[in-house]
């Protein structure tokens, strides 16, 4: 890629969200996050809507590799030896880019809904959070020796972005308040693991996606009970009924319930689908 530094600001905010998750090539990605991102904080980008800037893409744009398996198929992640550790920050780059395009299509795909400038400014923090977390892991795998694309991945997050393309409501309580949330369990283990093994650098990577996380989740919920409050509804319930529906899988525990509860995901939400489901 040449010359990328000069290229145009998209027109819009969701112009610019539908060029980010068209982007086959991360590295062109992670820049427009990063420029549409700086442009929309300084006020200088319009929000546009899809009917007239372009709606956003069935599928993101994505590289030649890695090649990509049904979650079945992947091999279970650890931290242990080298090529357990390789593998595990892989698995963790791949969701953060999924995370990236999963983000801006949430900004773009529903710039029909009316909605208040803050719900933009919060989304628009998490998208720039997700490329920066990306970028992260895929500098800790080039110290490592290894690349992005060097391992197989799985396709299965895209499948709920497309399950939820026609609901808001739908989309946050499925992305954020269980994709994301789920991150709250499984990520502070994996940080006293590599700290364990004396790996500090994958350390500090561990500890920014987690604070980073839970700020992603409380704006998910922040944003769902709005929306729930305009509709005249109950959040938990609400909340069940979208996940029963949409959710390929069972909530499973342990529960990181303090950190999701200061995320304002209290446990009304997810205890009574782990009952049912689990």
């Known amino acids: ?14 112009a610019g969200a539908r060029a980010i998750v068209e982007a086959a090539d991360t590295a062109e990605k992670v820049r427009l996050a990063y420029a549409v991102s700086k442009a929309w904080f300084k006020r200088d980008l319009a929000l546009g809507s899809p ?13 030649d590799k890695p090649e ?18 390789l593998a595990l920050i892989h698995s963790l780059a791949h969701i953060e880019l999924n995370a990236v395009d999963l983000t801006w299509d949430l900004i773009g795909r529903f710039a029909h809904v009316r909605l208040p400038r803050s719900y933009y400014d919060d989304w628009v923090r998490v998208g720039l959070e997700e490329a920066k977390h990306f970028s992260m892991l895929q500098d800790r795998l080039g110290q490592l020796g ?9 396709d299965g997050l895209w499948q709920a972005a497309q399950d939820t393309g026609h609901d808001l409501a739908a989309r946050l309580a499925i992305i954020p308040l269980v994709l994301e949330a789920r991150g709250l369990d499984i990520t502070p283990p994996m940080i006293d693991k590599a700290r364990s093994l004396g790996d500090e650098d994958t350390t500090k990577c561990l500890d920014v996606i987690y ?12 944003w769902f009970r709005f929306l729930c409050d305009r509709q005249g509804i109950r ?11 949409h959710f390929r899988g069972a909530l499973k525990p342990p529960f990181n319930d303090r950190a999701r509860s200061e ?14 489901t689990g």
């Open 1 to 14: 890629m040449t010359n990328t530094q000069t290229q145009p600001v998209p027109a819009n905010l969701v």
């Open 51 to 63: 009917s007239k800037d372009g709606h956003m893409p069935d599928r993101p744009g994505r590289p």
């Open 68 to 85: 990509l398996l049904a979650p079945r198929d992947m091999p279970k992640r650890k931290l242990s030896g080298t090529a357990g550790r």
């Open 146 to 154: 290894a690349s992005y694309g060097d391992m197989p991945a799985h």
């Open 211 to 222: 604070r980073d996380e839970k700020n992603h989740v409380a704006f998910g919920a922040k």
């Open 235 to 245: 959040p938990e319930p609400a909340f069940h009924s979208y996940v029963r529906k």
């Open 263 to 276: 995320a304002g995901l209290t446990p009304g939400f997810y205890k009574p689908l782990a009952r049912l």
